[in-house]
């Protein structure tokens, strides 16, 4: 069902508030906070170009206005500081290896270049207290793979993490929190070098 509520949804964003709204319903297709049947009203809607004002007003109602306008002016006030974007399975620019693996999610939030998501990439993955020489090492990983053309790919956590992705020009970051959460809070500098130079991807 889910996937046929998606499928209908084929109109091009034409602008800066049909591109927020869409980010919107696919964060609520993520998190099935709405039912099936609501959900396909919602992208009807949106197909005939319903402006963002009668699109809430329709779904808010009296009895769940702070729900839904809450939700969606906290969301759309985060999208816009943050900028952040989503990338759903039916888009053309979905990465290939991704698509084709064991349990591909129906769409992230990514934050950066998207170019990246298809380039050679290879993962290192360590403990967040390690020795010195082997934080030293990840770096130093990073370094080499950064000089023949790899993309680093990694999570944002302290220790082996960090110093990969400190050692990369380029790098994946992989979060496991919220696009909007940098955490740990002691990486900001990190989180800022990835946007940057790469790009960052939460689901």
């Known amino acids: 069902?889910?996937?046929?509520?998606?499928?209908?949804?084929?109109?091009?964003?034409?602008?800066?508030?049909?591109?927020?709204?869409?980010?919107?319903?696919?964060?609520?297709?993520?998190?099935?906070?709405?039912?099936?049947?609501?959900?396909?009203?919602?992208?009807?809607?949106?197909?005939?170009?319903?402006?963002?004002?009668?699109?809430?007003?329709?779904?808010?109602?009296?009895?769940?206005?702070?729900?839904?306008?809450?939700?969606?002016?906290?969301?759309?006030?985060?999208e816009e500081k943050i900028k952040f974007k989503i990338m759903t399975i039916?888009?053309?620019?979905?990465?290939?290896?991704?698509k084709f693996s064991i349990n591909p999610p129906i769409a992230f939030y990514y934050i950066g270049n998207k170019e990246y998501l298809d380039k050679f990439c290879v993962a290192v993955v360590g403990a967040r207290i390690a020795p010195a020489k082997y934080i030293k090492m990840a770096r130093n990983l990073g370094v080499s793979f950064s000089k023949r053309g790899i993309i680093g790919i990694s999570g944002l956590a302290k220790g082996i993490d960090a110093s990969f992705h400190d050692g990369t020009e380029h790098s994946l970051g992989i979060l496991g929190c919220g696009i909007d959460i940098v955490y740990p809070s002691d990486n900001e500098d990190l989180f800022k070098k990835v946007i940057e130079k790469g790009i960052l991807i939460s689901e």
Do not use: Q
């Open 1 to 78: 069902m889910i996937t046929y509520i998606i499928s209908i949804w084929e109109k091009p964003i034409k602008n800066k508030e049909n591109r927020v709204m869409r980010t919107y319903l696919w964060s609520k297709i993520i998190d099935l906070a709405y039912s099936v049947k609501t959900m396909k009203n919602m992208y009807l809607d949106y197909m005939h170009n319903m402006s963002e004002k009668t699109f809430l007003t329709k779904y808010i109602g009296k009895n769940n206005y702070s729900n839904l306008s809450n939700d969606y002016l906290f969301f759309k006030s985060r």
């Open 90 to 98: 039916f888009d053309e620019e979905y990465p290939t290896k991704l």
